[in-house]
């Protein structure tokens, strides 16, 4: 059975009136799924509030320390980045990262076979020491680093389709070659980073992969590099677990991407990573929202990829 955590309280991150990373994201997912009749069929995850020792596994605690203090301070904005807050942002960031934590342990556990987690703030743009984009936390890298430590995963993958480039998942695992991250992404484009030839450093060489695209890219490209890059490093590398980090951005209509991928194209890009994950790690997949603009292409988009994660469409 496939799960899904999806708590409210994430709701409660909320910046502001215009601003595209917002509370109706979940509103706009969640209701989509009941209306389509789809969350009946899905085992319900209970979310929880990671701790300072759980985020501390991917993140310093002079940052965890510096986000309480600047949130407590009331500022509209971290001072690492370009993250803007309310006073609400670092429960609802502890309740994501706390929520992917919880889908790991029923993946772990064998309750599900893999997990959705609809949760926001996002989290691929921090780094060890730095939130940025709108992003405090890095739920997958925190993820990765659980599931190493609780679970004893030697190999994690990293499967990033975001229209932004994943910089703080590769930050952080640059150098560690227990972690193969992978991303197709827009280039040029906000953060900037991503080219072809970062491709990890000491022990981590080789374990970064990154695929730029220019504006216009859709599923031929998309697609074409998850088969003949992704797949081909994944077969190699033989990961023990999979993330996702599940950007719809790059969505065709998103406001903030220029990709062209469609929803079917979603479902391909599904398909083969439980494909490898039924392959190489006994069906252990997490799937992690990040962004997502277009509320309607965010829905449709989201059921498409959770069908798939259930195999109802199969």
Partial sequence: MTGIVADPRVKQHDTGPGHPEQPARFDAIINHFERVDLLGALSRIESRIATD?????????????????EIAQARAQLSTGDTDLCPASEFCARVAAGSVLAAVDAVFGGAVANAFCVVRPPGHHANANRGMGFCLFNNVAIAARYAQKRYSAERVLIADWDVHHGNGTQDIFYEDGSVLFFSTHQSP?????????????????????????????????????????????????????????????????????????TDNDFGELTRMLTDLAADCCGNRLVSVLEGGYNLEGLARASEVHLRELSGESR
């Fill in 53 to 69: 020792d759980e985020l501390a596994l991917a993140h310093d605690r002079s940052y965890i320390e510096l986000v309480t203090r």
């Fill in 189 to 261: 484009w906000y953060p900037g980073t991503g080219d072809t030839s970062e491709q990890g450093a000491g022990a981590g060489l080789g374990t970064t992969i990154n695929c730029p695209f220019p504006a216009g890219a859709g599923g031929p490209e998309i697609l074409g590099a998850f088969q003949n890059r992704l797949l081909v490093a994944a077969k190699e590398f033989k990961p023990d677990f999979i993330l996702i980090s599940a950007g719809f951005d790059s969505r065709i209509g998103d406001p903030l991407g220029l990709f062209r991928l």
